[in-house]
């Protein structure tokens, strides 16, 4: 049986970086595909800031744009950074910007109505995953499961660590954290009139031009599990696109869908799986809103998800985050998985205690 200090479930953009920052060590990415082709393959990859009062999530985003642009651009993934100038979507996003303004942490200049970031960029899936290279094993993980300390995946692997970065699929049943598919589609053709823009832009969706190849991207749809590719949504994005910018004849060459995992307040979660079973047991006051007074943790396990649909910036992000969590023990703040624990076991704890025959006082 093969032996890894690390196996990271899940090849899209999170486990990718997960592998990458962990290459240190005997460390396996599998994915039942290649490497970025869940969300991460149908990506626009569009490295964009986001526009908003300031907030911890504006801050952690912006962040994570910076930082993640000159990372790929140190490794040499190519990386189109014409800036993107951010545009209000109507009449009251209009009001809300002037209002944003004194809150923008990032360099920017006022023009036409909006907000120009130098620092907007591109990226493209396919590049990163030819620059970012990792040890990798194509296979569908059935089964996972803890014997004599060690982790054994489907009788085939043993590994001290599991990191799960399965997007919105699961592996395992963690009865706290509540991944949400949000089903989106993005678009890649010519148009007539143009052949190159002099930066990227944002409004109502992104657009960007790469070689002369436009980009559009991306549509958001909620509580749709089996959407599929479709041309109402590449139409829907290409008259979105108009209004940002005259598009004349454009024909479609690719249309790519995916599923974005959001986790339920927005943040990606990042960490140690917490042992329900025991946490609660331990501490039943937990389900009446008590602090815990002690978390327990599975052994080696641990999960990167929830990215939405900042994917290319936001994992950059968390991966780092995990690495310093495992290797240097730093604090992983707000992207840990206890915020997910205790919400869960105020709201469903008590339920969840009475189907294991237990009261909660
Ligand atoms: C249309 C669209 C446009 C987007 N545009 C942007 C953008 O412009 N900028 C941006 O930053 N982000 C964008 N995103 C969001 C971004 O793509 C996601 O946030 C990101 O890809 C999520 O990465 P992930 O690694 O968490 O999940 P995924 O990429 O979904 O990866 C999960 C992987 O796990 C694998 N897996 C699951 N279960 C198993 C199993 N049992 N065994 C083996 N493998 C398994 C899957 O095959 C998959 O490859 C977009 C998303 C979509 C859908």
């Given at each position: 049986m093969r032996f890894y200090d690390f196996v990271v479930v899940g090849g899209g953009i999170a486990g990718l970086l997960s592998a990458w920052f962990l290459r240190d060590f005997n460390t396996l990415l599998i994915d039942k595909?290649?490497?970025?082709?869940?969300?991460?393959?149908?990506?626009?990859?569009?490295?964009f800031p986001k526009v908003g009062f300031d907030s911890l999530y504006t801050r952690f985003i912006n962040e994570g744009i910076l930082k993640s642009v000159e990372f790929y651009k140190n490794l040499g993934v190519r990386t189109n950074t014409k800036g993107v100038l951010i545009l209000p979507r109507d009449e009251k996003d209009i009001e809300k910007f002037?209002?944003?303004e004194k809150d923008i942490k990032l360099p920017f200049k006022k023009m036409d109505g909006g907000f120009f970031f130098e620092v907007g960029s591109v990226v493209n899936p396919d590049d990163v995953k030819k620059v970012i290279k990792?040890?990798?094993?194509q296979k569908y993980v059935k089964k996972i499961v803890r014997k004599d300390n060690f982790w054994i995946i489907d009788n085939e692997?043993?590994?001290k660590n599991i990191i799960l970065a399965t997007g919105y699929e699961s592996v395992f049943?963690?009865?706290y954290i509540n991944i949400r598919p949000i089903w989106g589609e993005r678009i890649e053709g010519k148009a007539d009139n143009i052949t190159s823009l002099p930066y990227h832009f944002h409004k109502n969706c992104s657009v960007g031009e790469i070689d002369g190849i436009v980009k559009i991207g991306a549509t958001h749809k909620r509580n749709c599990e089996w959407c599929k590719e479709n041309f109402e949504e590449a139409y829907e994005l290409i008259s979105?696109?108009?209004e940002i910018i005259d598009i004349k004849n454009f024909v479609i060459f690719d249309i790519k869908g995916g599923f974005r995992?959001?986790?339920v307040d927005y943040f990606p979660v990042v960490g140690k799986i917490i042992d329900t079973d025991f946490t609660l047991l331990s501490d039943r006051h937990i389900v009446k809103g008590d602090m815990p007074k002690e978390i327990f943790f599975i052994e080696g396990l641990y999960i990167i998800n929830g990215m939405g649909g900042r994917g290319f910036s936001n994992a950059y992000m968390c991966a780092k985050a995990l690495r310093d969590y495992i290797i240097e023990g730093k604090s992983l703040e707000f992207l840990?998985?206890?915020r997910l624990f205790i919400k869960w076991a105020r709201k469903k704890g008590e339920e969840y205690l009475r189907r294991l025959n237990v009261k909660s006082r």
């Open positions: 595909k290649e490497p970025l082709s869940g969300a991460s393959g149908a990506a626009g990859a569009f490295l002037k209002l944003y990792v040890n990798f094993l692997i043993k590994a049943d963690i009865p979105k696109a108009n995992a959001a986790s840990d998985t206890e």
